[in-house]
Structure formats: structure tokens, C-alpha cells
């Protein structure tokens, strides 16, 4: 008998014992019921949260092909408990060595609709393939053959349509049918396929496959390295060899502050969010969040948004390649400052803060997931490919569908993206540069409890991730944290954004009232999934955002 037959040996003796002891203190919260399954049969193994976190990310890539994948990055945000060391695994994309500032615009200057949004021009080198292998290679405990084998057997198998995925491939349906590389994997004959229908990917089993088997070369080098870039050259994209060649993933140290007594640890450059929740949470220092009526919470948090968000797009870009003035955006005392302008009784006009004028973008995929083990090594993670399908492109013969994260560079400046965000320099493209990101992989910490979150929805992120710390301040559990009705305000478009459950009409009146514009959408957003650990009784709740799909799991 191998050790891994003696593994799952114990496993099943594991099981008849009872999995809330032998597993006592693990959570898992996910987008997907099978990514969920994924993680807990590593933890079920012997693995540990970051065995967990390989798995799901595989698994996320292949049943949730919309929102993440091999083909995209993401942010890993890791605790190893053995250690007290927080880090956060950068997987972010990188702009090809071809790519250049002004790849966007025509002779005029101007933007050109949709290159940086469909086809194989508007993808970057993708990450995450890169950081699975270094994830279980530095921090986990499996093989990455088996940490990989549930994506390879879904994609192998297939997995069944839910109508979620259904109503993503109508909604991009128009993108997929423009390449039939991609139109034979999500449309059925071209037809939307039916919910329950099983949905195989013989190719990208192939390429997890060859992960599997050969690591970090079985993606960056040799026949799919080949055929990827090949794909890509025949549809008129820019990536070459060399951009595989030189793909790394990079260790940053996470963005850690104080609010009142909490500890939070969050997504460090590339992505914004960690410092953008930095300045707002500094400024919100100021009130006394839990005693304001719900008009006056909405008014400061959309102050406070309005001002770091300005920041973002002023200062925010790749540290590889840009300074940027982290101490001092992070600072208390830099949120004193920016705090002395804000008005209870009236609105700020965000052109008062910086005098550039843009439409709002919709849209916004990506996926998060939280685990912590019983150990309490915990894992937040953000991962996509951008847009919902990305570019829509999946070079033929790989299975792999491209992310078309190049629109999240700024690509004039001043000029909005698909989510609305506008950029500075600090952000615009440059060869092997990493576009800035909103992905907000946290920890929140207080003297009772730890929480695990994070959320897809472009530029929506940050502001999600801060009135889920708001909601932990009060004392909520996970469930209240996932639930919670959002609102957003992003610097530009100058306007509060509601989800269609907004708030009754007297506050919207007081909103008003001061000098806010807002608009309430038809829709809800985000799928927030979170875990929280009780420190004193070392029990675990896991919950799923009710607006997706996700599963949660607990252990105690
Ligand atoms: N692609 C969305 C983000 O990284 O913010």
C-alpha cells in the first residue's frame, strides 16, 4: 500500500470518526458547491489551508470559467500560523514585452472601443497557473498532483450548468460565438446550453494536467506555452515566448493598519485595495460608526470613499515600476488632513477634488474564497480574469480562456475603464508592468475574533470589503457580513451607486438633501464569502454571499 492509499485509508477512518472533531476549528467559504469539496478533501487528506487553496483555485478555473482561471491571477492572501507571518502571493498578470502606452488609441488619441476588453489583444501574461505551483511548492503539504486532481476530474467529467453560469454565457454570449475555439466549449452548437447540462473541458484538463505533472514549465514552457502563444499570434495578439520565459510570481508584504481596535491585513500593490480601505478606514476614525443613523453613515463612508479613491487613481500602480507614496496615503495623520474638508451637512463635489470628468462602467466579475484550517493557517484569495469570460478568447487546442486584465491599466489618462475607474501614469502600460487591480483579499482582526473576506465586483470590491469590516466592528457574524446591502462611490462618476434594495425614501431624501446624487440599480452585487474564527472557543462559522451560489463549511 502507497502512502497515498494509506492516506486515504485514514481518511475514511477520519470520516467514521466524525468530521467536526477530527477537523475541529477548519472553515472553507467558496463561489462553487465543488470548489468547496475541493478544498475540504485536502483538508480531509492531511493538507493544509494552503493544500485547501490549491485545489479551490483549480477547481473555481473550471466550474466557474466566467470569473477566474488558468488563464487570469489574483491575490493570495496567506497567514501561517506557525510562523505569525502574514504575505501576500502576487499572481496579477503582466502586460506583454510587445505591449505598449498608447496600444489602445487610434491616431487621434482616442481610446478604441473594446480593444482592451475582447480578443487576444486585451489579455496580459496570466498568474495563477504560476502561483498554484508556487503556492504548494513554499507553503503546502500535498502533491501538486493531487491538489490539482478534483479540477482535472471536473474539467475531465465535466460539471453540471447552474443557471448562474447559464445566465453568465448569455450575458457574453455575443463575445463567446466570435471565436469558435471558445464557442465549442460554452455554447452547445452555438445555443446557450441548458441548466444541468454538463459542460467538459478536454483541453484544459490537459493543461492542469501537464501542471500537474511537470510544475511551473508544464504551462511557461514547452507544447502549451507554444500553442497559447501561437493561438494568440494567429488572432492578432502580441505575446510571445519570452513573456512565458520571464513570468514570476512576486511575495509582497501586505498593507497592515489599525482601525480602532482592530488589526487588518490587506491586498498590497499591485491591488489598490488595501490601500484605498486604509485612507477611508483612517478617515472613519473621526465618527463613531456604530451610533450614526443609517443617512449619516452612508454620507461619511461616501466621503471617506470619495477622497481614497481619489488617491487610487492619482498615486496607485505597479511598485516594479512605479513610486508610490505608500507611508504617507496610509498615515493617520494624512487622513486628519483629508478629514478637515468633510462636511456633515453637505457633499464634497468630487470635482472639487480633481477636475476630470468620466461615465460610469458596469459589470465586473472575479471570485473570492476564505479557508482557514485547524491549525489556523488561513487563506483569503481574490482571483480573475477580469470581465465576465475575460477577452473571450481561448487559443485553440488549450482549453485556456484569456482574461482581458489590460483594460484595468489606465489607458490614457483620465480615461475610464470598464468599471468607471480612471488612472494616472503610475497606472498606464508598460512591457512586464502588472495593471492595477481592486482585488481586496483581507484579515480583520480583534481581540475576540478573526474574519477571512473578500469579494469579486471590479471596482465595487473595496467599498464591499469596508462595510463588511464595518458590519464586523458591530459585532455581526458571517452570514450578517455577506448579507449586508451595499452602496458605492468611487471619486468618478460622482454618484452613489445602491443596490436595488436601497435604503427607504427619508434617508435618500437626507442624501439628497446634503448635495448627493445617487443612482439605484436594478441589480444586486458581489458574492462575498467570508470565515470567522471565535479565539476563545476556537470555533469557526463560514458563510456564502446570498446573492451567489457559494457554498460554506465548517468544522467544530
Ligand atoms: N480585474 C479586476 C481587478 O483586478 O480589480
Given at each position: 500500500?502507497?502512502?497515498?492509499?494509506?492516506?486515504?485509508?485514514?481518511?475514511?477512518?477520519?470520516?467514521?470518526?466524525?468530521?467536526?472533531?477530527?477537523?475541529?476549528?477548519?472553515?472553507?467559504?467558496?463561489?462553487?458547491?465543488?470548489?468547496?469539496?475541493?478544498?475540504?478533501?485536502?483538508?480531509?487528506?492531511?493538507?493544509?489551508?494552503?493544500?485547501?487553496?490549491?485545489?479551490?483555485?483549480?477547481?473555481?478555473?473550471?466550474?466557474?470559467?466566467?470569473?477566474?482561471?488558468?488563464?487570469?491571477?489574483?491575490?493570495?492572501?496567506?497567514?501561517?500560523?506557525?510562523?505569525?507571518?502574514?504575505?501576500?502571493?502576487?499572481?496579477?498578470?503582466?502586460?506583454?514585452?510587445?505591449?505598449?502606452?498608447?496600444?489602445?488609441?487610434?491616431?487621434?488619441?482616442?481610446?478604441?472601443?473594446?480593444?482592451?476588453?475582447?480578443?487576444?489583444?486585451?489579455?496580459?501574461?496570466?498568474?495563477?497557473?504560476?502561483?498554484?505551483?508556487?503556492?504548494?511548492?513554499?507553503?503546502?503539504?500535498?502533491?501538486?498532483?493531487?491538489?490539482?486532481?478534483?479540477?482535472?476530474?471536473?474539467?475531465?467529467?465535466?460539471?453540471?450548468?447552474?443557471?448562474?453560469?447559464?445566465?453568465?454565457?448569455?450575458?457574453?454570449?455575443?463575445?463567446?460565438?466570435?471565436?469558435?475555439?471558445?464557442?465549442?466549449?460554452?455554447?452547445?452548437?452555438?445555443?446557450?446550453?441548458?441548466?444541468?447540462?454538463?459542460?467538459?473541458?478536454?483541453?484544459?484538463?490537459?493543461?492542469?494536467?501537464?501542471?500537474?505533472e511537470r510544475g511551473h514549465d508544464g504551462f511557461y514552457s514547452g507544447p502549451v506555452a507554444e500553442t497559447l502563444v501561437k493561438g494568440v499570434q494567429e488572432a492578432g495578439g502580441i505575446w510571445t515566448i519570452?513573456?512565458?520565459?520571464?513570468?514570476?510570481?512576486?511575495?509582497?508584504?501586505?498593507?497592515?493598519?489599525?482601525?480602532?481596535?482592530?488589526?487588518?491585513?490587506?491586498?498590497?500593490?499591485?491591488?489598490?485595495?488595501?490601500?484605498?480601505?486604509?485612507?477611508?478606514?483612517?478617515?472613519?476614525?473621526?465618527?463613531?460608526?456604530?451610533?450614526?443613523?443609517?443617512?449619516?453613515?452612508?454620507?461619511?463612508?461616501?466621503?471617506?470613499?470619495?477622497?481614497?479613491?481619489?488617491?487610487?487613481?492619482?498615486?496607485?500602480?505597479?511598485?516594479?515600476?512605479?513610486?508610490?507614496?505608500?507611508?504617507?496615503?496610509?498615515?493617520?495623520?494624512?487622513?486628519?488632513?483629508?478629514?478637515?474638508?468633510?462636511?456633515?451637512?453637505?457633499a464634497t463635489k468630487s470635482d472639487d477634488l480633481a477636475p476630470i470628468t468620466v461615465t460610469t462602467g458596469e459589470g465586473g466579475n472575479t471570485t473570492h474564497f476564505s479557508v482557514i484550517d485547524s491549525n489556523?493557517?488561513?487563506?483569503?484569495?481574490?482571483?480573475?480574469?477580469?470581465?465576465?469570460?475575460?477577452?473571450?478568447?481561448?487559443?485553440?487546442?488549450?482549453?485556456?480562456?484569456?482574461?482581458?486584465?489590460?483594460?484595468?491599466?489606465?489607458?490614457?489618462?483620465?480615461?475610464?475603464?470598464?468599471?468607471?475607474?480612471?488612472?494616472?501614469?503610475?497606472?498606464?502600460?508598460?512591457?512586464?508592468?502588472?495593471?492595477?487591480?481592486?482585488?481586496?483579499?483581507?484579515?480583520?482582526?480583534?481581540?475576540?475574533?478573526?474574519?477571512?473576506?473578500?469579494?469579486?465586483?471590479?471596482?465595487?470590491?473595496?467599498?464591499?470589503?469596508?462595510?463588511?469590516?464595518?458590519?464586523?466592528?458591530?459585532?455581526?457574524?458571517?452570514?450578517?457580513?455577506?448579507?449586508?446591502?451595499?452602496?458605492?462611490?468611487?471619486?468618478?462618476?460622482?454618484?452613489?451607486?445602491?443596490?436595488?434594495?436601497?435604503?427607504?425614501?427619508?434617508?435618500?431624501?437626507?442624501?439628497?438633501?446634503?448635495?448627493?446624487?445617487?443612482?439605484?440599480?436594478?441589480?444586486?452585487?458581489?458574492?462575498?464569502?467570508?470565515?470567522?474564527?471565535?479565539?476563545?472557543?476556537?470555533?469557526?462559522?463560514?458563510?456564502?454571499?446570498?446573492?451567489?451560489?457559494?457554498?460554506?463549511?465548517?468544522?467544530?
Amino acid at each position: 500500500m502507497n502512502s497515498w492509499n494509506l492516506k486515504i485509508l485514514s481518511f475514511a477512518v477520519i470520516l467514521m470518526i466524525g468530521t467536526s472533531k477530527a477537523f475541529a476549528g477548519a472553515g472553507i467559504a467558496t463561489a462553487h458547491s465543488l470548489a468547496t469539496e475541493a478544498g475540504i478533501s485536502m483538508l480531509q487528506m492531511g493538507g493544509n489551508a494552503f493544500d485547501a487553496a490549491v485545489a479551490i483555485s483549480s477547481t473555481l478555473a473550471v466550474v466557474e470559467p466566467g470569473s477566474s482561471g488558468m488563464g487570469g491571477g489574483g491575490f493570495w492572501l496567506l497567514y501561517d500560523a506557525a510562523k505569525r507571518q502574514s504575505i501576500m502571493l502576487d499572481g496579477r498578470e503582466k502586460a506583454p514585452l510587445q505591449a505598449s502606452r498608447d496600444m489602445y488609441l487610434d491616431d487621434k488619441g482616442d481610446v478604441i472601443a473594446n480593444l482592451s476588453i475582447d480578443g487576444p489583444l486585451s489579455a496580459g501574461i496570466p498568474g495563477q497557473p504560476a502561483a498554484l505551483v508556487w503556492l504548494a511548492e513554499n507553503y503546502g503539504s500535498l502533491p501538486l498532483s493531487v491538489l490539482l486532481e478534483p479540477s482535472i476530474n471536473a474539467a475531465q467529467r465535466g460539471f453540471a450548468v447552474s443557471n448562474g453560469v447559464q445566465s453568465k454565457i448569455k450575458w457574453r454570449k455575443d463575445q463567446l460565438k466570435n471565436y469558435p475555439s471558445t464557442a465549442e466549449i460554452f455554447l452547445n452548437g452555438g445555443n446557450i446550453p441548458e441548466v444541468g447540462e454538463l459542460l467538459v473541458q478536454e483541453d484544459l484538463a490537459n493543461v492542469l494536467q501537464a501542471l500537474a505533472e511537470r510544475g511551473h514549465d508544464g504551462f511557461y514552457s514547452g507544447p502549451v506555452a507554444e500553442t497559447l502563444v501561437k493561438g494568440v499570434q494567429e488572432a492578432g495578439g502580441i505575446w510571445t515566448i519570452e513573456d512565458f520565459n520571464q513570468y514570476e510570481v512576486a511575495v509582497r508584504v501586505p498593507v497592515t493598519f489599525t482601525y480602532r481596535n482592530m488589526k487588518i491585513t490587506a491586498a498590497a500593490l499591485p491591488s489598490s485595495g488595501g490601500i484605498v480601505l486604509a485612507e477611508a478606514l483612517n478617515i472613519l476614525e473621526y465618527y463613531d460608526i456604530t451610533k450614526l443613523d443609517e443617512a449619516d453613515l452612508i454620507h461619511v463612508v461616501v466621503e471617506a470613499a470619495r477622497r481614497a479613491y481619489r488617491d487610487r487613481a492619482e498615486y496607485l500602480g505597479d511598485p516594479d515600476f512605479v513610486s508610490v507614496p505608500v507611508d504617507m496615503l496610509v498615515s493617520k495623520n494624512y487622513a486628519s488632513g483629508l478629514n478637515q474638508s468633510i462636511r456633515m451637512d453637505s457633499a464634497t463635489k468630487s470635482d472639487d477634488l480633481a477636475p476630470i470628468t468620466v461615465t460610469t462602467g458596469e459589470g465586473g466579475n472575479t471570485t473570492h474564497f476564505s479557508v482557514i484550517d485547524s491549525n489556523n493557517n488561513m487563506v483569503a484569495a481574490t482571483l480573475s480574469i477580469n470581465y465576465l469570460f475575460g477577452s473571450g478568447f481561448i487559443p485553440p487546442n488549450t482549453g485556456v480562456l484569456l482574461n482581458n486584465e489590460m483594460d484595468d491599466f489606465s489607458l490614457r489618462p483620465g480615461s475610464p475603464n470598464i468599471y468607471g475607474l480612471v488612472g494616472s501614469d503610475a497606472n498606464s502600460i508598460e512591457a512586464g508592468k502588472r495593471m492595477l487591480s481592486s482585488m481586496t483579499p483581507t484579515f480583520i482582526e480583534d481581540d475576540q475574533r478573526i474574519a477571512i473576506l473578500g469579494a469579486p465586483g471590479g471596482s465595487r470590491i473595496i467599498t464591499m470589503v469596508l462595510l463588511g469590516i464595518l458590519e464586523f466592528e458591530k459585532g455581526a457574524d458571517a452570514n450578517s457580513i455577506v448579507s449586508r446591502p451595499r452602496f458605492h462611490h468611487q471619486y468618478l462618476p460622482d454618484v452613489i451607486q445602491f443596490e436595488k434594495n436601497a435604503p427607504n425614501a427619508d434617508v435618500l431624501s437626507a442624501l439628497e438633501s446634503r448635495g448627493h446624487q445617487f443612482k439605484i440599480l436594478d441589480r444586486t452585487w458581489g458574492n462575498m464569502q467570508t470565515v470567522i474564527f471565535e479565539k476563545s472557543s476556537g470555533t469557526v462559522s463560514a458563510a456564502s454571499d446570498p446573492r451567489g451560489q457559494g457554498t460554506s463549511w465548517q468544522a467544530n
